[in-house]
């Protein structure tokens, strides 16, 4: 992901604050969920946003995860509103960052394409709970393979039509052997990166999978942060894996937008400095990252300026190219994708109403039987104009 400046956790503390439940909401969770934490039963009922195999498997791991919220609550009672008045210490960070993650804004696991528990807190969820699951098979985790079968993530995609992912530009350019330049349009991907898309790479599900090779950069939006790259069916992994299905994209801006209910999916890997770096955030939460997660939020004021989406979902490196989706009545519609981000403070994803009239006219849905092309869905609410 591009990160934003500043990225501190201190410049991003009101949003944190405000992302949290209530407090009697959240003082209860924190009791309930470290006593979880601290049980010797393997069986215990483990935070949703954070469980894992690995942390189910490491009690020191859980105590001191279980001490960090606690913590995190204690420092909540003593400063309040106020918490910006004193010098944060590395534990006070360590101590919010945990309680965002499982709290603020969550990062659910997904298995079998399926949601688990719901998070405290995000209890609205429930009622979208079909609708989310029937989108979710369609991002996928973008990797480089090594030619001794390690896979690296690098990104988010979501298929837009068949054998056609949208992803950022500044994922595709990383589609290239070291010391190379970024493909262009229209080029072949080397197959020496062993560039493909993973639509499971699920955190407790490691021999599901259904990968397809990326053998092209198809098309780049010439002022967004956007890609489209084409997918070969030819050495499918497993041979009989299939597509998921093609996600439409909203057409024009919605008539209302500020405030409005949001999610993203993807495969947060980590990054940035301090409480944010990846080996920090696998300390904490150990077997988390890398994995298929939903990640609900809210789109920040103002809305949407200087041609970005502006949202608070729970981002992190390996989340650039994920899609946007408004969470409005019967559906979720993919708005944007996700680009850049500034932890705490906003996120930034591209629009896709001004994507159609980049687009080429031959990779557009016409409505002809048997044309496959990228589809654009009305908005809604009703359009505001962008």
Not at 92 to 115: C, M, S, T
Not at 153 to 171: K, N, Q, S, W
Not at 172 to 195: F, K, M, Q, S, T
Not at 322 to 344: D, K, N, Q, S, T
Request: glycine share 10%.
């Amino acid at each position: 992901m591009t990160h934003l400046a500043p990225s501190s956790l201190d410049s991003g503390l009101r949003t944190l604050l405000r992302a949290l439940p209530p407090r009697p909401v959240l003082d209860t969770a924190i009791t309930v969920d470290a006593a979880a934490l601290r049980s010797a039963e393997r069986s215990a009922r483990l935070p949703i946003a954070v469980q894992s195999p690995a942390l189910q498997r490491a009690p020191a791991a859980r105590a001191a995860l279980a001490a960090l919220l606690e913590h995190g609550a204690a420092l909540l009672r003593s400063r309040g509103a106020a918490i910006d008045a004193a010098p944060l210490t590395d534990r006070d960070r360590d101590a919010l960052v945990a309680l965002y993650i499982v709290y603020g804004r969550p990062a659910v696991p997904v298995r079998n394409d399926q949601l688990q528990r719901i998070p405290v807190g995000w209890e609205l969820l429930d009622g979208w709970r079909d609708p989310i699951q029937g989108a979710l098979p369609s991002l996928g985790r973008i990797e480089l393979r090594a030619p001794d079968g390690r896979r690296a993530p690098i990104g988010t995609g979501f298929l837009v039509a068949p054998e056609l992912v949208m992803t950022a530009r500044h994922v595709a350019d990383d589609l290239r052997p070291e010391g190379a330049p970024p493909p262009r349009p229209g080029e072949r991907i080397d197959p020496a990166v062993g560039a493909q898309i993973d639509w499971r790479a699920e955190a407790d599900n490691p021999d599901a999978f259904a990968r397809f090779r990326i053998v092209e950069l198809t098309w780049a939006h010439p002022e967004e942060d956007v890609a489209l790259l084409r997918l070969s069916r030819e050495g499918a992994e497993p041979a009989h894996a299939r597509m998921p299905l093609p996600l439409p994209l909203c057409s024009a801006a919605p008539a209302q937008l500020d405030g409005a209910l949001v999610f993203t999916g993807g495969y947060p890997v980590g990054g940035g400095e301090g409480a944010l770096s990846w080996q920090r955030l696998q300390d904490i939460f150990p077997g988390v990252l890398g994995t298929k997660r939903l990640q609900p939020g809210k789109l920040l004021a103002p809305a949407w300026s200087a041609h970005r989406l502006q949202h608070d979902c729970s981002t992190l490196g390996g989340s650039s190219g994920a899609p946007l989706f408004l969470l409005e009545r019967h559906r979720p519609l993919v708005i944007g994708v996700h680009v850049a981000g500034a932890p705490f403070t906003a996120n930034l994803a591209a629009p896709t109403w001004r994507m159609r009239d980049a687009l080429p006219r031959e990779l557009l849905h016409t409505g002809a039987p048997g044309h496959g092309g990228i589809g654009f869905a009305p908005d809604p609410l009703g359009a505001g104009g962008a």
